[in-house]
Structure formats: structure tokens, C-alpha cells
């Protein structure tokens, strides 16, 4: 009989149900391959974590580099790094413990502050800290954000105030009224062109016309806020490729043009509902290997957009139902983010197969093989990875002979079996195709469903699987 192709899925969906799973990516994602390649895709880690610099402190609250340095924002410390990154030099005392956002102008020599929601706000150079705003016209601000030499500001009754031109002086009447709905604001940012004024139930587009004192009029309204401070990203310099947040709806959305689109699955949608305080959200964005993902993290979970393909995956740490990735940020043509499991500064790269030495295990849940209402017999199942990945010189055995583990569930993945171990092959050893080959008995009406792990610090790639009747062996070549 002809092997029945196990179903893999494109994106993550583990359904209300686990009858109901289409099935699960957990810290992986799929490129297609071209028409000539053995199948359509191959599905590879999500980019791991290695060490960029090191600190004494906690509470990661954001980054940006500003003329080579690398200025990071710890719980009541402000730190910074150069391209070479090991230990910070602490530029000053930061007042605050939550996360905040930076703005920059255009002088030759830059004027640079910081500020976060609880109204906290700083100015700083490479060498000293103030814990002030120089210009008393400017009232008690909750974000942020720069655009045309202009830094610009917002308050929690929906104005937003603009410095002068590359200066930090403000005219006490240079600001604009988000007041199309009085939901006050929530974020600033920059999009392209474009000024952003996100509240709670409405988002504002000015653009600069040049005028006095406030430079900035409004161009259009969309009727989607923003639930969130920290709930939108695509924005950051170096990503350019779409701006995303979590809106008032419980739902992602995607600017498009001067309206927005839902862009969330429905099992993401129920997962930032069920998230009361919407803070405890956070956003990022980040590339590797030419895909550029967006993410989303709660104390829960973390799912990963990936914007080439637009599909959406599952991500977690070792020992934590959530990504250890807080706020990335683009410096020294790298992504670096803050890690909640230190104080430490991390570089996001493909190079890295783990996270500092914790494993960064891929799992992969198929959709069931149906036979409904029947079932079917199953002798054998074969699994097509990408072989010969182990490293001579590197950890004996987890690299040296890297595995993977196969499991499988006739109850709708409420349970799965003891895995079986499959080698990877060691260095150049790519002979093999990794095979289960046993009489596993008869699937249930619910179907045979498919679970792959691989947890060994090596590449992974798998490309597909099939499950027969036949239990007959096929000799392997030594």
C-alpha cells in the first residue's frame, strides 16, 4: 500500500481541544525549498541566544545605540556597551524600574532621553545621567519617540508635545490634541514618515507640515487603539517591514496603509484575552537568516510571527512556558535583547542552536493520519531530517551525536508515548534516514497523531514523514 503522508502544519494551532489541533511549531519555522529540492520546505530552529555583554544588574527596560554605544536601560540604572560588548560601564543612576522608550534628534551632537509610562523621565550623554527634562514647559509624559529632528511626547489626556527643532526646548504651545475620541494616549512612534499617536481606542496619523509651535497635523484616524504600552513593534530602526500591535480588540493588527488588518489566529486571539493586565504585554521584532519575525510575550507564552510567510509559531525557554527575549533592539548590524533570566544583554542569531547553554528544544506535532471510523494499523513510520550534523570536536554526546526524539498519540494528543531515539549522525555521516520502524498497533478514531523533539545544540532541519501498513525493513546503507 502507499505510505500516508503524516500532515504537518504550517503554523502553530493547538486548538481550544487537542482533538481539535491542527497542529503545534514550538521554536521553529519553515523555509519553502526551490521545485527541484527532494520536498516544498524544510523546518528549521528559530535563531537561538548567545552572550554579547554582561551587567550587575536587573529589570531589562529597553536599548538603543546612539553613535557607536550601545545605551541600555536596567531598574534604576542606566549602562552601555560598545561593538565589543563584554562588561557594561554604568553611565548613572536611572530613575524607574519599568520598561521605557528612548528618543534621539538630529544635532551634531545628539540630545538623547528616556522615558516610561509612570512618568519618569531622563536626559543623558555617554558619561552622566539627569533624572529631569531640561524645559519646565514640558508636562508630566508617559512615551516618546523622534522623527525629523523633531523628539515628541505624550500625555495620558491625549496631547502630544514636540521639542524644537534638534533641541530640547519645547514652546508651551507646541502640541497637538489627539481628541478625535477622548481616550487619552497611550505611544508615540514613527513610522516611515508618519507620527503615530496610539490610545486606548483610537490611533492617530499626523505628519509634519512644518508648522509653528507644533510642526505635526493630524492626517487620518483609525478607529483601533492599542492595548498595551508596550504592545507595538515594526517600528524599531533596522526592521522597516511592518508595523504590528496588539489592539483595544484582543487582537494583532497590521497598519495597511491608513487602516489596519487583523492578522492573529483565533488561539492567539483567546490568549491575549485571557491576559487581564494588558502591561504584562511586550513586543519585539527581530531578523535572522532573511526572515524578519515579530513576537509577542506575556508571562505565559510567547508566539512568533513570521512576517516572509506570515505564519505564526509558538516560542519558549528551557523550564518556562515563555521566550526569555524582552524588547529587541538593532545595534552593530546585530539583534541583541534583554534576558529574563539575567541581567545580561543577549545577541539573537541562527549560529546559536541553544540559549547560553540552555537547550532550545524544536518541537514538532503533526495532524492526525485519519481513518475515521476505523482507525488503521500502522507498521512503520519514516522521518526525513537533514543528517550527518553532528560536531567531531564539539560536547560528546550532545553534539557529537546528536538525536532526536519520536513520539506518537492515538488519543488526540492528550497523551503521547515513551519517545524513541533516533541518531542525527555524526559529522559528514549523512547516510541514514532517520526511521521509526515498528508494529505500533492500530491508530483510534481520533487518529494517529506525530510528535518530533530535538533538543541537541546542532542545525536542525526536517523535511517530512510518512506512516505504512507494511512493517518491512529497508536495508540502510553503512
Not at 41 to 47: G, M, S
Not at 231 to 239: K, L, P, T
Request: proline letters at 7%; charged letters at 20%.
Amino acid at each position: 500500500m502507499k505510505p500516508s503522508e503524516i500532515p504537518w502544519p504550517l503554523q502553530t494551532n493547538p486548538g481550544l481541544r487537542g482533538q481539535e489541533s491542527g497542529g503545534r511549531i514550538i521554536n521553529g519555522y519553515w523555509d519553502p525549498l526551490e521545485k527541484t529540492s527532494p520536498v516544498e520546505r524544510i523546518y528549521r530552529r528559530l535563531p537561538g541566544l548567545k552572550g554579547f555583554g554582561t551587567t550587575a544588574r536587573t529589570g531589562y527596560r529597553g536599548a538603543v545605540e546612539i553613535g557607536g554605544i550601545l545605551f541600555v536601560a536596567f531598574s534604576g540604572q542606566l549602562e552601555k556597551f560598545t561593538s565589543a560588548g563584554g562588561a557594561s560601564v554604568n553611565v548613572g543612576a536611572l530613575n524607574g524600574t519599568k520598561k521605557g522608550f528612548f528618543a534621539r534628534n538630529n544635532a551634531a551632537t545628539p540630545d538623547k532621553v528616556f522615558v516610561d509610562p509612570d512618568g519618569n523621565i531622563a536626559t543623558f550623554t555617554p558619561t552622566s545621567v539627569t533624572n529631569s527634562y531640561p524645559d519646565a514647559d514640558l508636562p508630566a509624559v508617559n512615551s516618546c519617540c523622534d522623527i525629523d529632528g523633531f523628539m515628541v511626547f505624550t500625555t495620558g489626556n491625549g496631547r502630544a508635545y514636540a521639542t524644537g527643532l534638534n533641541t530640547t526646548a519645547v514652546d508651551a504651545l507646541s502640541f497637538g490634541a489627539a481628541d478625535v475620541k477622548p481616550d487619552g494616549l497611550t505611544r508615540a512612534v514613527r513610522f516611515g514618515s508618519q507620527l503615530l499617536l496610539l490610545g486606548p481606542a483610537s490611533t492617530e496619523l499626523w505628519t509634519n507640515q512644518g508648522l509653528t509651535p507644533f510642526p505635526f497635523v493630524r492626517s487620518q484616524v483609525i478607529p483601533r487603539g492599542i492595548a498595551g504600552p508596550y504592545c507595538i513593534a515594526g517600528h524599531e530602526d533596522g526592521f522597516g517591514v511592518a508595523l504590528q500591535w496588539v489592539s483595544d480588540d484582543n487582537r494583532v493588527h497590521r497598519l495597511n496603509g491608513y487602516t489596519t488588518q487583523p492578522v492573529s489566529p483565533p488561539d492567539l486571539d483567546a490568549l491575549i484575552e485571557a491576559v487581564i493586565d494588558k502591561t504584562t504585554l511586550h513586543t519585539g521584532v527581530y531578523i535572522s537568516r532573511g526572515h524578519a519575525f515579530w513576537q509577542i510575550t506575556s508571562p505565559t507564552f510567547t508566539w512568533v510571527q513570521d512576517l516572509n510567510t506570515n505564519k505564526w509559531y509558538e516560542r519558549d525557554s528551557y523550564l518556562q512556558t515563555f521566550s526569555r527575549i524582552i524588547v529587541p533592539v538593532k545595534a552593530f548590524e546585530k539583534w541583541f535583547a534583554g534576558d529574563s533570566k539575567s541581567g545580561n544583554v543577549r545577541e539573537i542569531t541562527s549560529a546559536a542552536h541553544d540559549e547560553m547553554g540552555d537547550p532550545f528544544r524544536v518541537r514538532l506535532e503533526s495532524g492526525p493520519v485519519m481513518n475515521f471510523p476505523a482507525g488503521e494499523r500502522v507498521g512503520r513510520a519514516d522521518f526525513m531530517f537533514q543528517t550527518g550534523v553532528g560536531l567531531a570536536t564539539g560536547a560528546d554526546p550532545v553534539e557529537t551525536q546528536p538525536k532526536v526524539e519520536v513520539s506518537f498519540s492515538d488519543n488526540g494528543g492528550q497523551d503521547y508515548c515513551a519517545p524513541f531515539e533516533r541518531a542525527l549522525g555524526a559529522q559528514s555521516k549523512t547516510e541514514q534516514i532517520v526511521s521509526l520502524v515498528a508494529c505500533t498497533g492500530r491508530s483510534t478514531w481520533n487518529g494517529r497523531r506525530w510528535r518530533i523533539d530535538g533538543a541537541s545544540p546542532r542545525p536542525f532541519g526536517f523535511m517530512g514523514a510518512t506512516q505504512q501498513v507494511s512493517p518491512r525493513l529497508i536495508a540502510r546503507r553503512k
